[in-house]
């Protein structure tokens, strides 16, 4: 019964070679929300990561989970949305999060519009069985046999599945052309163990020289001790205009305060800064610009400080969402060498289209 929290996973570099772990079984990493599916009869409900509620949002999931999962039934997986692109079907986590809306009329509306699904890659319990406590290779085995059935199309999936860590390179390459995030490997002896850093993930990582455009100040500055909170990122378009692409943060207090006293010959007037026309969003964030307000940010004080575009620096990232980094960026250094105005777009690896629907299809060519 919920709440139940998840089995977590710890960052590795590269595939890992599974003899050195007693037997792995790798599969690819969804990119949506992280998602317990606790199912008897007719009763359905979805928990989150942090076991929070996540049933009201996705009613069409809930009906997809009565139709089409065996009667009593507690799965590990992830919710999804997929939308068709120039390559074919890929995950769009804008359009998730779009869904988590207090309106009733909103959610509903969207689960007709922008349908999710749910992807299973673990199970907890079947009927009156624990299996928490079986190592994965029986799990796996056992999910195989209850959710067999699936035929592919949705809204409900199982996962694929390989223990070979060659074809788990490949995935690795190809499926972020569908907005996948990697790949993960799950020793095949282990328990599921909930809140623990049991699984392996590898994930994609790169670098971008960007400009530094702004900061915000860390929660815990005060006018005594002013504290950098994360700085502000942009890239030339084509058109030659500075876009924000995200945030670096993630410093230590003593570099927060250093950076504050560093960045102040830079501050300029957001009126002679090339984000100064955003001026005008006061309550709507079409376009994610910065200090502007959403749902996600209700309450927030998201108000920057600009900063004249004249410094460059490298940051890692795992990968974009449409024009922007996917999650916050990393910092690697200053690069003096850099032109502000010679950092755009064209720097950045794209991946190779690849279309969704054959990640999630039925022909597993032999995996498990």
Known sequence: MPPVQPMLAKSVSGVPDPAKHG??????????FRCLVFKDGDEVELASRNTKPLTRYFPEVVDACREQLPDRIVLDGEI?????GADGWRLEFETLQERIHPAASRVDRLATETPAGFVAFDLLALGDESFMDRPFSERRAALVAALGHLDGTGPCFLTRTTEDATEAERWFEEFEGAGLDGVVAKPLGAAYEPNKRTMLKIKHERTADVVLAGYREHKTSTPEEPLIGSLLLGLYDEAGELQHIGVSASFTAKRRAELWHELQ???CDVADHPWGRWNEFLTANPDRVPGTQSRWSAGKDLGFTALRPERVLEVKYDHMEGRRFRHTAHFKRWRP???PESCGYAQLDEPAGYDLTRILSTDTGGES
């Open 265 to 267: 010959p830079l501050v």
């Open 80 to 84: 999804f949305v997929g939308l068709q």
């Open 23 to 32: 037997g792995l079984s790798f599969e690819p990493k969804w990119d949506g």
């Open 337 to 339: 060498d850099r032109d």
